[in-house]
């Protein structure tokens, strides 16, 4: 990556904050500007910040003159469940901010980073191994916003000569922060219920199955497209990257290896439901392996024991 700061949007969000902490880890605490229009737990670290609502110009464009800014990880964005109740706002913060920030980035010769999603596929994309070129034809708002998304990184790119890149990721696990309201979070909650002791109410039928990854395998995903050699990306933008992909049943039940007596029932919520049925089941991450060497660490076995020992570590009474 140039020599310049690295702003990263959104970071008080569930990818934030564990991003900006690994960003200041390898490149320093100074160099890693964070922003949002909320204030970030304190688990980020020391460190600027700045408020920046991405859907004034003016906002980003101050932070990236201000800390002298060559690249950024532009992560805020309103998620699939919360976009499918606030459509309109929605748009106005995913592509009004993504267009404000290429924008800027085209002013100031910034790099940027935008994380895509699995919900850019659609009812219509393979749902078995999605390649990674293939039909995107969402039927979600948020998925929508991710489509276009990707193509304006990659217009800004051919025809601007900026350093876009991206990832089109999975749902993510986390024991750091709350996930922010996908269709995803209930992989996330199920956890917490598990570490308590309570039972665990899932808002998807148990056979669902989802591409999904451990956050530590994402945040470092992250940062080595970013540091990949230009000339060895073909795609860019929106690469594929998969771990592995698992039902609630199964993750359940690998959870009662650790926990025999969790239990789970489901309750569908038919909104959720609905996002989940336009998604893929695996998706097909050989683009991504062949262009910048990507491979995952985490299998379900590995993140289950991992989240189920981290969070018993962090609960009360511990
Ligand atoms: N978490 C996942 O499982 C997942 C999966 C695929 C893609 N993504 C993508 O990764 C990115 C970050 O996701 P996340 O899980 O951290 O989301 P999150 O909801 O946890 O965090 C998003 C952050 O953006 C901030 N924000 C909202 N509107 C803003 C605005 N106008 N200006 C500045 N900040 C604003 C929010 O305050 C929040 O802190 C998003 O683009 C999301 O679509 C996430």
């Known amino acids: 990556m140039n020599e310049r700061r690295i702003l990263v949007t959104g970071a008080a969000g569930q990818i934030g904050s564990e991003l900006v902490p690994a960003l200041r880890a390898r490149y320093g605490a100074d160099r890693v500007v964070a922003s949002d229009v909320r204030l970030p737990a304190s688990s980020i670290g020391d460190g600027p910040f700045e408020h920046v609502d991405c859907t004034h110009i003016r906002e980003i464009d101050y932070a990236v003159r201000r800390w002298d800014v060559g690249t950024v990880f532009h992560l805020a964005a309103l998620l699939s469940a919360v976009a499918e109740e606030r459509p309109r706002v929605a748009w106005e913060v995913n592509m009004g901010g993504l267009y404000r920030v290429l924008e800027v980035a085209r002013s100031h010769g910034c790099a940027v980073f935008l994380p895509s999603s699995i919900g850019a596929f659609g009812p219509s ?13 969402p039927t979600t708002m948020y998925g929508i916003t991710k489509v276009a998304s990707e ?6 790119h051919d025809r601007f000569g900026i350093d ?3 990832l089109r990721l999975p749902g993510l696990v986390s024991h750091v922060a709350p996930p922010g309201g996908g269709t995803t979070d209930w992989a996330v909650d199920i956890f917490h219920r598990a570490v308590r002791g309570e039972r665990y109410v899932c808002f998807l039928r148990d056979d669902t199955r989802l591409p999904m990854m451990y956050m530590p395998d994402a945040i470092r995903a992250f940062m ?4 990949a050699p230009a000339e ?16 609630p049943a199964e993750l359940h039940a690998e ?31 050989s683009a991504a392996r062949a262009e910048w060497g990507w491979r995952p660490e985490f299998d379900l076995p590995a993140m289950t024991a991992d989240m189920l020992e981290k969070l018993s570590a962090s609960a009360p009474g511990a």
């Open 232 to 247: 060895a990306l073909v795609h860019r933008n929106a690469f594929n990257i998969a771990a592995m992909s698992f039902t």
């Open 164 to 166: 876009t890149r991206g």
């Open 224 to 227: 080595e497209l970013m540091e």
């Open 255 to 285: 959870i009662r290896r650790h926990r025999s007596g969790f239990e789970m029932t489901c309750e569908v919520d038919p909104v959720r439901q609905a996002i989940a049925d336009s998604w893929p089941e695996s998706i097909d991450d």
């Open 151 to 156: 193509l304006l990184c990659d217009y800004y």
């Open 125 to 137: 994309t393979p749902a078995e191994s999605a390649p990674q070129d293939t039909l995107q034809r």
